[in-house]
């Protein structure tokens, strides 16, 4: 299973959202259709544009509680003291993409920036 975690400012576009993606994609050398499910943490359910990426792709949007989401934590690569004080997570795509995937999943790399979107793409344990 291969996950895209999303993070983002309020008010972000599908538009935002899906250009992240695409980057982060383009970064490991995968296309779209390698994904599995778009995921973010609890904080961002009422964002519509995730959810809109998600219908957009014919992709799942797992939202990750956020006991889970902590759990997922100790594992990412980039830090954000904003992020870890509004989310309680140094990286919510990251984390949510961690915890998306699966027990032993892993990120490809660390999240890329693209604007106001944040996007980290992990693979489940299962899937190396």
Known sequence: MMVAGIGSRKGVSAMDVLAAIETAL??????????????????????????????????????VEDNALKAASSRVISRSDLSQGLAGTPSVCEASALAAAGKGANLLGPRIVLGPVTCAIAISGDAV
């Open 26 to 63: 383009e970064a490991h050398g995968l296309a779209m259709t390698a994904l599995s499910a778009l995921a973010t943490a609890s904080l961002k359910q009422d964002e519509q544009a995730i959810f809109s990426a998600g219908r957009e792709l014919a992709l799942p949007v797992i939202v």
